[in-house]
């Protein structure tokens, strides 16, 4: 069986915070490229309080960066929330001179002191700014969300404001994490149904951390199904098995999802390594 050829694989990294992050996200970097040689490498922006500044460092330092001789190919993430259209334009032009080739669009989140611009209100008003500004130089990965966003008024206007976003010229969509295939299948059916071609790749979270993967669903609106929460609820502090399982759970999701034609996957590493080159492994090639 051979699931991964002709899919697209990527990883997403969120800026490091230290000197020592920096570093580590270099290994990452290095330890993921190994194994899988991911197809290119997200950095988020602004998310959980980093700075617009932070994102381009990071990508500076990623674009600069060459792994056996060869470089690698970054995208980042650029939300139009927080940012004026100027700001934005200084930003994309900076990105342009590094060579990128890819960019992950997005509103972003509502600062909690739910200060906004009122520039570009709407992902889809980004990428019509992206295209305007700069034709058809960047790749523009949107978001999608098989679960529906939490702040949207109904599935129905949620997958309306989606093909917003293919209208204004979006090349491809990377989704929210989910453990429910069937919301991935129904949205998949649903873009064939409105024809919508473009690639949607799934976003796959690994579960190493019953916690931090409660309060991430919670703020996402991604569900964790009964029977995966009370099965990590029971492992309690039992770490390896906690780990054992999710590595399971995920690995199998991935087949599915390959096996259901997804057109690769995008993996959430939050800047580690093992546990996506563990999932990697157990995909079935
Ligand atoms: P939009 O597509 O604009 O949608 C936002 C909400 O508004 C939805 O509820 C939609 O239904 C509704 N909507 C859209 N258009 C209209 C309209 N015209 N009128 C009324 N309602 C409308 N966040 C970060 O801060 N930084 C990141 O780097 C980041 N990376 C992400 C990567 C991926 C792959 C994903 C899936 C999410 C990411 N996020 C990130 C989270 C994202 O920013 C939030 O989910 C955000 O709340 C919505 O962004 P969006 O681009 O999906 O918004």
Redesign the pocket.
């Known amino acids: 069986m051979s699931n991964t050829k002709d899919k697209t694989f990527s990883c997403?990294f969120?800026p490091p915070r230290t000197e020592a992050g920096v570093e580590k996200l270099l290994k990452t970097t290095h330890d993921l490229h190994e194994v899988m040689q991911p197809a290119y490498y997200?950095?988020?922006?602004?998310?959980g309080g980093t700075t617009r500044d932070s994102?381009l460092e990071v990508v500076q330092l990623l674009t600069a960066t060459k792994i056996a001789g060869q470089q690698i190919n970054v995208a980042p993430?650029?939300?139009c929330?927080g940012s004026s259209k100027q700001q934005l334009g200084d930003l994309l032009a900076q990105y342009k001179a590094l060579g990128v080739r890819r960019l992950?669009?997005?509103?972003?989140?509502?600062a909690k002191n739910g200060e906004t611009t009122k520039e570009l209100?709407?992902?889809?008003?980004?990428v019509s700014f992206i295209r305007e500004t700069h034709g058809d130089h960047f790749t523009i990965?949107?978001?999608?969300?098989p679960e529906?966003?939490?702040?949207?008024?109904s599935p129905q206007?949620?997958f309306?404001?989606?093909k917003?976003?293919v209208a204004a010229g979006a090349d491809a969509?990377?989704?929210?994490?989910f453990y429910n295939i069937d919301a991935y299948l129904h949205f998949m059916d649903k873009c064939q149904s409105e024809n919508i071609e473009i690639p949607v790749t799934p976003?796959i979270m690994p579960i190493t951390n019953f916690a931090s993967l409660t309060r991430f669903s919670d703020a996402?609106g991604s569900e964790i199904p009964r029977w995966i929460r009370k099965q990590l609820e029971s492992y309690a502090e039992d770490k390896d098995s906690l780990m054992a399982f999710g590595l399971d759970v995920v690995s199998n999701l991935c087949n599915q999802l390959l096996e259901n034609d997804a057109p690769g996957l995008?993996f959430y590493t939050l800047n580690q390594a093992d546990s996506i080159n563990a999932i990697w492994k157990n995909l079935d090639r």
């Open positions: 997403e969120f997200s950095v988020t922006f602004g998310a994102t993430h650029i939300s929330i992950v669009a997005l509103r972003g989140d509502t209100s709407y992902a889809n008003e980004l990965e949107v978001a999608a969300y529906y966003h939490p702040e949207s008024a206007s949620d309306e404001y989606f917003n976003k969509a990377i989704t929210q994490y976003g996402c995008h």
